[in-house]
């Protein structure tokens, strides 16, 4: 017994994909984007969720994973019958199953160890379901919020100059982004030449 139900009612069976039905109220959406996603991981990963059924094959639960699969031209997928449900309760599920998942929330700080460690072994990060944008801000959020700092040498603060190097109109290349010395009450800001922060120390 699991919860008060026989563990026989949790056996996983092999079903056809054309014999699983959709859910006729089924609130959540998959994008065409989400469905490659899901493809991917499970070429990389294997069928490792099974759908959740009702004995009529109405899918609970699964949705995407049954379009992605759909999608790679699999004839069967792995299922659970949760025949001890009712029709009513098989209904709460479907919706319960995608918002407790959604109630969930990240520690950032594992996040972003997790990611970088993914990252400098030359995992694919695309099966993961993060997009390089969420990736490059997890890992900045989590740099920024370091107390210690970073003993990397570009993010040494060097000692203030003597005399200001800067001036109004400089565009400073900082590896992929730029920084302009300008002034905020002007409606444009006169563009000199770029400098380069390894030619020339800045004390702003």
């Known amino acids: 017994m699991l919860w008060g139900v026989p563990m026989h009612l949790y056996q996983v069976l092999d079903r056809s994909v054309s014999s699983l039905k959709p859910y006729a109220r089924n609130a959540r959406t998959h994008s065409k984007k ?12 294997g069928f490792t969720n099974p759908v959740l059924v009702s004995d009529e094959g109405e899918i609970i639960a699964g949705h995407g994973r049954v379009e ?23 209904r709460a599920y479907v919706l319960a199953d995608n918002k407790l998942a959604l109630n969930a929330g990240w520690d950032r700080e594992i996040l ?23 990736i490059d801000f997890a890992l900045d959020e989590a740099g920024d919020s370091d107390p210690d700092g970073s003993d990397a ?21 900082l ?27 800045s004390a702003l």
């Open 34 to 45: 989400q469905i490659r996603q899901i493809a991917d991981s499970i070429e990389r990963f």
């Open 68 to 90: 992605a699969a759909r999608l790679l031209g699999m004839k069967s997928v792995p299922t659970i019958a949760l025949s001890h449900l009712s029709e009513t309760e098989r």
């Open 112 to 134: 972003a160890i997790e990611l970088q460690g993914l990252i400098d072994l030359g995992f694919d990060m695309s099966v993961t379901g993060f997009s390089l944008a969420e």
């Open 153 to 173: 040498p570009e993010d040494a603060v060097p000692a203030m100059a003597a005399h200001a190097v800067s001036r109004r109109g400089d565009l400073w290349l």
């Open 175 to 201: 590896g992929r982004h730029k920084l302009i010395c300008g002034d905020a009450r002007l409606r444009h800001a006169p563009r000199r030449r770029a400098r380069r922060p390894d030619l020339h120390r």
